[in-house]
C-alpha cells in the first residue's frame, strides 16, 4: 500500500461540505507534521491548504483563502489525517493531495459546482 492514500473527493454544490481522508502506512505518522495541498487546473505547483502538528493537534496553519472554512484534524492512533470543507466555493475545485515525512498522496479531486 502506498504510505499515503487520500479519498472522500467528489462533485458538490456551491455552499457544500465534505470531509476528505488521509490513510496513512508505513512510516511514522505521529512523528510528523501533516500537511494538505491542492492544485488547481492550470497550477503547476501545489497551493498549500492546512498543516496540523504531529502530537498538538490544536496547533495548525491554515491559507487565508480556506481559513474559518475548512478545519484539518488527525487521529495518531488510527494513522489519519482529515479535512472537513465547509462552505464549498467553485474557486476550491482542485486536486487535493495530503504530505508527510517525505511522501505525497494521489490525490482526490474535489469539484465545487451547480
Known amino acids: 500500500q502506498a504510505p499515503l492514500v487520500e479519498s472522500g473527493g467528489g462533485l458538490v454544490n456551491p455552499g457544500g461540505s465534505l470531509t476528505l481522508s488521509c490513510t496513512a502506512s508505513?512510516?511514522?505518522?505521529?512523528?510528523?507534521?501533516m500537511t494538505w495541498y491542492r492544485r488547481t487546473p492550470g497550477e503547476e505547483e501545489p497551493e498549500w491548504v492546512a498543516?496540523?502538528?504531529?502530537?498538538?493537534?490544536?496547533?495548525?496553519g491554515y491559507a487565508d483563502s480556506v481559513k474559518g472554512r475548512f478545519t484539518i484534524s488527525r487521529d495518531n492512533a488510527k494513522n489519519m489525517l482529515y479535512l472537513q470543507m465547509n462552505n464549498l466555493k467553485p474557486e476550491d475545485t482542485a486536486v487535493y493531495y495530503c504530505?508527510?515525512?517525505?511522501?505525497w498522496g494521489q490525490g482526490t479531486q474535489v469539484t465545487v459546482s451547480s
Open positions: 498543516e496540523i502538528h504531529p502530537s498538538d493537534p490544536s496547533r495548525t
Open positions: 504530505r508527510g515525512s517525505k511522501y
Open positions: 508505513g512510516f511514522a505518522f505521529s512523528r510528523f507534521v
